[in-house]
């Protein structure tokens, strides 16, 4: 959008004008809201749409392509993020497109605020959430998942000159999920070190539910909006290091502001970390699932993900299935 | 709606309350007295004087508040070493006073218009009679002039003092857990953005309601000649007997 941006760092919180939101589409969030109006005649429903469901089944793409609405967040670069133009970017956005193209669907791609982007998928503002989301246990008792289509551990990220950067355990890995013990004795050898310190991390995320969990009452942690506004905060040196997954980092990394930060810390996955990112769906939702899962499935196996993931990390960050 | 959810949501939200209240009483008292300074200027009747504070007042009721608090907040922390030098930096590193300072410059820009409104809005008779009486300078501006000015400009002070509570939820961007902020983090473990969000505006209103009394209160206690005259009761007992 041709909106002045004033803070592009920021992601033009409310500065900019979103991409305007498309209009719902006929084929499926109206006629899906339709359904579930009423409680007496679910069963005529059920057996009218079945009949539906069979005749477009038949008639096969030929009718009406159907569209899915895809929410992403916008402001995690570089998993999706606003582009230069205001048109949205970035590993999930091009793997969106791949996806649909794979279910034979029209994609519409929207953006939507980190903070609401589970109510308003569940107010069926759209049908899909593809934002970086992790799947954890937590998330799935709302909604579920498809997936996952990547996995990623989380580090810190620390000035340089910081004594946070010579971490214990950097270059190691561990998973919370098989191996707890030695995970959660990598955490222990590093928390002596942020003792008193002021750690930074994006709110409703996995890495702030690790920051509670495990460093709370040792390090003070700041809740922020959004990735690029921790990443400012730690460059005005009012925050100590940025806890994030390693992609977000690795991206923040290429900026030339901070040639001056290193990644630090044992690379953590599993456990309340969740099992890899994948495609957030309402529940209930089983059509749609196996065909987001299908496709999921064969852009790993016939590498797409691959490429797309080092087109915009470097690094490969398919989930090993 | 989840009524025990809901009765959870307003224990750990009313943990933000005392942050909310903290904003909005500094920002409030700060910017009265900045509110004084300004409406004083424009009335001085000196260009220099009167200049400035209309240019404030228009940058700051102009432009919106999130915006002032991005600007003070992310923007001022690009300019660290300036700030630094300046030995500034203590106080913009911290979001606390970021937060009330720029809620200060922002309810102060909108309180000097009120307060001037309520200086003109002085009978110039009161003013005539009070020279008469040989008063003048400070001894007319505290005895006279700003006794009924304060009683003109209350019901609009009020209003900008609710405004300003609410206000405070706007620090929630720059990390501040308010009652707001609380809200957001309670939303993203629980899903449940409408049960919480009715609780956080319920703890609004309740905030509210009292501060609006205790505005109530302060203007009928100042205002003893517009209240009603307590009614004379007619003795009875002598009819009687």
Known sequence: MAAPCLFPEIGCYCVTARPERPRLSQGSVQRRGLENKGTTMNFVKTVGLALLGSALAIGGAAAQQKTVKIATEGAYAPWNFTGAGGKLEGFEVDLANDLCKRMNVKCEIVAQDWDGIIPALQAKKYDAIMAGMSITDERKKTIDFAGPYANSPNGFLVAKSSPLAKMPGTGQAFSLSTQQAAAEKAIEAYKPLLKGKTIGVQGSTIHSNFADKYLKGTAEIREYKTTEQHDLDLAAGRIDAVLADSTAIIGTLEKPEFKDYVMTGPSITGGLLGAGVGVGLRKGEAELKKSFEDAIQAAVKDGTVKKLSEKWFKVDITPIS | ?241
């Open chain 2, 1 to 241: 709606m989840d009524f025990a959810f809901m009765r959870d949501s307003f224990v750990t939200l009313l943990g933000g309350v005392p942050l909310t209240l903290n904003l909005a009483f500094m920002s409030v008292s700060l910017g009265a007295i900045l509110a004084m300074l300004l409406a004083l200027m424009r009335m001085s009747g000196f260009k220099v004087l009167d200049w400035p504070a209309q240019a404030y007042v228009f940058v700051f009721r102009g432009t919106p508040l999130l915006v002032q608090i991005f600007l003070i907040y992310y923007g001022l922390g690009q300019f660290r070493p300036t700030l630094q030098e300046w030995g500034l930096w203590t106080f913009f590193r911290e979001p606390y006073w970021c937060a009330v300072l720029a809620l200060t410059l922002n309810t102060a820009a909108y309180a000097s218009e009120i307060i001037r409104g309520g200086l003109q809005s002085v009978p110039h008779n009161q003013v005539e009679a009070a020279r008469a009486c040989g008063m003048s300078g400070f001894l007319l501006f505290r005895r006279i002039v700003f006794p009924i000015a304060v009683r003109q400009a209350l019901p609009a002070y009020g209003s900008e003092i609710i405004l300003m509570v609410k206000a405070t939820s706007l620090a929630s961007i720059i990390t501040m857990m308010e009652v707001t902020g609380l809200a957001a983090k309670l939303i993203s473990q629980s899903f449940r953005a409408v049960e919480v969000f009715v609780v956080a505006g319920l703890i609004y209103l309740i905030l509210n309601f009292i501060i609006t009394r205790i505005i109530m209160a302060i203007e009928w206690w100042l205002s003893p000649h517009l209240r009603r005259p307590p009614a004379i009761e007619p003795r009875l007992e002598a009819a009687h007997v």
